[in-house]
């Protein structure tokens, strides 16, 4: 039994056994556009399509967020930032759990990831930055160039899911995930050991 007030975070294991039972975690033969072959796959609004699902993920990342006194210490002057359409809902759940107050996100805009038009004209707080999972890493660092340029300083990042071989820092902000997990990238056919096994393939489109 955990002591009274103490908060706890689900184990990775049981936001595993979340992400499965939505289909927000699958396991088979996929094939990625870049046309990289793996045997799992994350789609994760299929677990935020789930109000309870949804809000269970969000509020144990948020706990992470909580126990972390620079960002306490500055809440609720803090803006929760999306870097695309499915870290949206993950903002809106940990900016409830958290009392920030500020949400917004970036869209791609013509091939290029933007915020909106005028939102640097509002309050510039310090950001967290939350997606839904983070593979490469490549779109927390576009959105970290996009928060610099507002001038805003960025004291918190996470995702519900985090690939091992995506960066694990933003500069000395560590990076806070409620999975770690080591994906194996197949980079062709040729390599792949369930092209090999001759097990029919799945395309995904991202
Ligand atoms: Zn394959």
């Given at each position: 039994m955990a002591a009274p007030g103490v908060q706890l975070i689900p184990s990775p294991e049981e936001i595993m056994q979340i992400l499965k039972r939505t289909g927000a975690f699958r396991e088979g033969h996929f094939v990625y556009p870049n046309g990289k072959h793996t045997a799992h796959y994350f789609q994760m609004p299929l677990a935020f399509r789930y109000y309870d699902t949804a809000r269970v993920l969000a509020v144990a990342l948020s706990r992470k967020f909580r126990v972390d006194r620079d960002i306490a210490s500055q809440l609720p002057k803090v803006s929760v930032i999306s870097p695309s359409s499915g870290g949206i809902p993950v903002a809106f759940g940990v900016r409830d759990a958290l009392s920030a107050e500020q949400i917004y996100w970036a869209e791609q805009e013509g091939g290029k990831r933007m915020f909106r038009?005028?939102?640097?004209?509002?309050?510039?707080a310090p950001c967290i930055i939350v997606d839904d999972i983070i593979r490469s890493g490549h779109a927390i660092e576009e959105t970290v160039e996009l928060v610099r340029g507002l001038g805003a300083p960025i004291i918190g990042c996470g995702a519900i899911v985090h690939f091992t071989s995506a960066p694990n820092h933003i500069d000395d902000v560590p990076i806070k995930s409620l999975v770690e997990f080591d994906e194996k990238f197949y980079n062709s056919a040729e390599e792949c050991l369930d092209c090999k096994a001759g097990a029919p393939e799945e395309h995904v489109r991202f």
């Open positions: 038009q005028y939102v640097n004209q509002g309050d510039i």
